[in-house]
């Protein structure tokens, strides 16, 4: 059954899903979808993606959104083209680097914009994202591709679909001359040239649930306040796998320090690292303990579908529900009133969209109606949690108060949690309303010691 594409021609996110489509020789049929004129929004589109943005593929009755999701569900499908490496350590670097780059490369395409009055601070930032992925994720231009890998990877197509908005703005890349020692500009024209001079064999890879041997003990590096932190604690907790946990103290700024700074070059919790391997990103590192420990429960593995479902709501919550932190953040802050109603506001939507499209107006006692938690539901609900920390008043959403009193009710995802409750009541639990008391309480359940 093939595939039918919604797409923009004028999105990079699309450009990188229909590049993949024609590099694995992919058999698809494709449909524009106008966004300048609204179609994103029309109820034939959004039945097939309710967050009404593209790209989106159906093949027969099932739907995918989320590009990462898109070319991640159509390599697995298509092994042979390498695109997505079968190895775990392999794959996991992919996945770091496709979950850093939904945090900080789209900086690139906000740039690219003719709007901003703000274009030269842009520019900094622009030059400083394009540094960092020089010297992490190139080493500082001696890679020929991301992360060293053998032939290019959708971590190396995702980046030079971002890149080429830099080139309709007439972007200066002389100021980065390490670009040159790398194939990352020259890919995109010698892409389709590459992938056609290939001969591949018709040979079996080997299967990814083949157990690992043997491994050195884990060691998380973490901080409480991190809502990704938790998120992977919880999942350690969930699965009893033993692991080493260091405390970084994000408030002292420990993860700026040069001893860190080399297990983690972005500087962010969490972070883990197991002989010499080491690894970023929260939803990376969920996914490589899942397929390094064989927890298929929580990241199925032998059905594509559930995966890919996964995997949509772990891009849709880096571009979405990541937004929580920042609210939380600015009323930490005290920012001013009229701002915080607004950025309420939005949070407001954020969670009614969240249990629409995912819970099913609440209908779901899991994300996508799995039959456990997933690591879908370990990363959601802690970064939910967080806004109890600003006092956030959930009545607006009570399917949102039902889906976290579940989860929290499973005394390992309460015991994650203990440390950042305990942190968060000392001075002001008087101040909680009466849910938020209910769920901080919940942490001094039995079980939580």
Known sequence: MSITLYFNPYSHRCLSVKTVLLLTKSG??????DVLKGENLKHAFTNINPNQTVPAITEGFFSLFESHAIIKYICINKPDFRLYPNTLQDKALVDSY??????EFTKLLDYSKEVPENRVS??????EILHFFIKTFLNNGQFYYIFDLPN????????VCDLTSLFICNFDFEKFPNFKNTRIISITLGLFNLISKQKYKNLFIQS???RQPKQDLITL?????????????????????????????????????????????????PSIKQGTFTLFESHTILKYVCEQYRLFEFY?????????????????????????TEYVMSVQKNQNEEQLKAKQKNID???????????????????YNLKTISIADLSAVNEIVFLVMANYEFNSVPQIKKYLTNILDNQNVRQSNKEYFSLICNNQLNNFNQFNKQIIASSKKRGCS
């Open 152 to 159: 290019f990877t959708i971590a190396d197509i995702r980046a």
């Open 122 to 127: 842009r520019l900094v930032d622009v030059e």
């Open 98 to 103: 496709l979950d850093w780059q939904q945090n």
């Open 300 to 324: 199925p593995q032998e059905n594509l579908r559930f995966k890919a479902q996964i995997d949509s709501y772990l891009d849709f919550h880096l571009n979405q529900m990541r937004q929580i």
């Open 349 to 367: 939507q954020q969670l009614q969209f969240f249990t629409k499209a995912f819970l099913n107006e609440g209908q779901y006692k899991y994300i």
């Open 208 to 210: 990814i649930l083949t």
């Open 28 to 33: 698809f049929n494709e449909k524009i979808i």
């Open 221 to 269: 590096y973490f901080h409480p306040l991190s809502s990704p932190s938790r998120a992977v604690r919880s999942l350690f907790l969930l699965a009893k796998i033993e692991y080493n946990e260091k405390f970084i103290d994000i408030l002292k700024f420990e993860n700026k320090s040069d001893q860190y700074t080399q297990i983690n070059p972005n500087q962010t919790v």
